[in-house]
């Protein structure tokens, strides 16, 4: 695993009837969702206070090259793993999803360490937009590792502009500047940069391109694990700046899982990104909500519906895309409500 060296995982990939034609699953071994009592990584496996304070140590000390994959899996008996599979299949049957279209779907439970849903999770799909906070995360390696790179005032203006905005030449900006830090190859440099420090985290990802005029991005790649990787390592702060990036990715955009989602309570906060393409419409991003208690819930919530050619009619498409994404959002929230007795 990459942030936790040391620790054994089983990795299972099993068949599953599902939503499209890839129909893959990542699924863990029988007893995944254990009490809460426990500290645990995404894999499921429990760490005690020490283990746990040891392996965020072993992160900050640089850990995060070379050992063993980094795996996060859900039980495909969850009832919301079922949950999710029963509405993407009717969306399909109602042409919201075309038979044609790839979609990947990931959440994951931080307040029981339990992937809750992986479906198509480890398929890479087109990144688009949601390749932006990567490009954010190899620079911020770049400032915690180099005393001649520094995160001034100018870069951080950049990269709000390049999450919160979703600006294409702040983007293409900001890898002309890792790629100057590095070996001048553009874009693959910055790919270079995220496996060197986490190439556990990023195991499906692939930087190979600058945002192209228009914003017709197909060839960069990620998938829905990376992005829930990312996540998990963002909110435990096992990454350099994650609290910035945080602060950033939760400035005010137009997210496709929180806003517009009918259950959705005022108060909730969300750290996330958007992709969007007339290819690609997909979210990522750290849901928080609280308890009647009064105490913090947070889980990821991740979606990616994929097209082979462009749609004819973009507007069109990526809001009725978009629209599915909120659908699947709004049930996984009904269900995080009555796991946690949310507001």
């Given amino acids: 695993m990459q942030f936790f060296e040391g620790f054994r995982y089983q990795d299972r990939l099993d068949a599953f009837t599902e939503l499209d034609d890839e129909a893959l699953v990542d699924c863990p071994p029988w007893g995944a969702l254990e009490p809460r009592a426990q500290e645990r990584d995404e894999d499921g496996f429990f760490l005690n206070r020490r283990q746990f304070l040891e392996a965020l140590a072993a992160t900050s000390a640089g850990l995060l090259l070379g050992s063993p994959s980094y795996r996060a899996e859900a039980s495909s008996e969850h009832p919301l793993q079922h949950k999710v599979n029963d509405l993407v299949k009717g969306m399909r049957r109602q042409g919201l999803i075309l038979p044609s279209e790839k979609t990947s779907w990931s959440v994951f439970d931080f307040s029981t360490g339990t992937k809750l849903v992986s479906i198509n999770e480890s398929v890479p799909r087109q990144a688009a937009s949601m390749i932006k906070p990567f490009v954010a995360q190899a620079y911020f390696f770049q400032v915690s590792h180099s005393r001649k790179v520094r995160y001034t005032g100018e870069v951080r203006r950049l990269i709000e502009r390049m999450i919160q905005k979703s600006s294409n030449p702040s983007t293409n900006r900001l890898i002309d500047i890792v790629s100057r830090n590095r070996s001048g190859r553009g874009p693959r440099d910055v790919e270079a940069v995220l496996k060197k420090y986490a190439g556990g985290v990023f195991e499906q990802t692939r930087i190979v391109e600058k945002i192209p005029r228009g914003g017709g ?48 309570p005022d108060n909730i906060r969300v750290c996330d990104k958007t992709g969007s393409t007339a290819r690609l419409c997909g979210n990522m991003g750290i849901i928080e909500a609280r308890d009647k208690r009064g105490r913090m819930h947070a889980y990821t919530m991740i979606g990616i519906i994929e097209r082979r050619s462009r749609a004819k009619n973009y507007g069109r498409w990526i809001t009725r895309r978009s629209n599915a994404i909120r659908k699947v959002s709004n049930l996984v929230y009904l269900e995080m409500k009555d796991r946690h007795n949310l507001v």
Avoid: C, G, W
């Fill in 217 to 264: 991005t197909y060839a960069n790649k990620a998938s829905a694990h990376d992005y829930s990787r990312f996540l998990y390592a963002l909110k435990h702060d096992t990454l350099p700046y994650s609290s910035e990036l945080r602060r950033i990715m939760r400035l005010p955009n137009h997210d496709r899982i929180v806003t517009q989602v009918p259950s959705m």
